[in-house]
T-cell receptor
Framework: QQQVKQSPQSLIVQKGGISIINCAYE??????FPWYQQFPGKGPALLIA?????SEKKEGRFTISFNKSAKQFSLHIMDSQPGDSATYFC???????????FGAGTRLFVKA | DVKVTQSSRYLVKRTGEKVFLECVQD?????MFWYRQDPGLGLRLIYFSYDVKMKEKGDIPEGYSVSREKKERFSLILESASTNQTSMYLCASSAPGTVTDTQYFGPGTRLTVL
């Protein structure tokens, strides 16, 4: 119930292409779904986040799509760039709770 | 900008040694967290603290303890290091009650236990 399942484990995309990373959760009490981006040698940093009252959130080239009934959410990176090469973690938490549950991570490599 | 610093980027210790990992945040955040990061397993919560001297076990607390004597500082202690504790350790902090509930991470400490 506490798990967040993330796929794929790794992803190779051509420059200019669309990168898609998927996550699924079980606990319907989760109400905050952030994505974190981690570059080698750095800690994860918040990239974009969504709450379940909306189905989509867009910030620049990054879009979260959220399907509440299916308990799934995904990150789309449009016009992927080599600088987007990083590890991406989806996560879920409950407002007022202390714990954030992270997915296993996706290593994205964008070929120039 | 929130800054979370960790005492060491790389650490090599021997089996059985006592290991201290320290984390300091400069944003007066109430919540602080210790995670370990392993390939294919993501980030797993070891311990967290929501106030000075308060601590709660996370998902994998065995073999670890923590200390929070000051609001800005959260220490992770490996009482007797073992090879299976070789990992990347990440500290994070957050402010409770905020809309974004964002966690701010330090750069990590890569610990190798020989």
């Amino acid at each position: 119930q506490q798990q967040v399942k993330q796929s794929p484990q790794s992803l190779i995309v051509q420059k200019g292409g669309i990168s898609i990373i998927n996550c699924a959760y079980e606990n319907t009490a989760f109400d905050y779904f952030p994505w974190y981006q981690q570059f080698p040698g750095k800690g994860p940093a918040l990239l974009i986040a969504i709450r379940p009252d909306v189905s989509e959130k867009k910030e620049g080239r990054f879009t979260i799509s959220f399907n509440k009934s299916a308990k799934q959410f995904s990150l789309h990176i449009m016009d992927s760039q080599p600088g987007d090469s990083a590890t991406y973690f989806c996560a879920a938490s409950t407002t007022g709770g202390f714990k954030t549950i992270f997915g296993a991570g996706t290593r994205l490599f964008v070929k120039a | 900008d929130v800054k979370v610093t960790q005492s060491s980027r790389y650490l090599v210790k021997r089996t059985g040694e006592k290991v201290f990992l320290e984390c300091v945040q400069d944003m007066d955040h109430e919540n602080m967290f210790w995670y370990r990061q392993d390939p294919g397993l993501g980030l797993r919560l070891i311990y967290f603290s929501y106030d000075v001297k308060m601590k709660e076990k996370g998902d994998i607390p065995e073999g670890y303890s923590v200390s929070r004597e000051k609001k800005e500082r959260f220490s992770l202690i490996l009482e007797s290091a073992s090879t299976n504790q070789t990992s990347m350790y990440l500290c994070a902090s957050s402010a409770p009650g905020t809309v974004t509930d964002t966690q701010y991470f330090g750069p990590g400490t890569r610990l190798t236990v020989l």
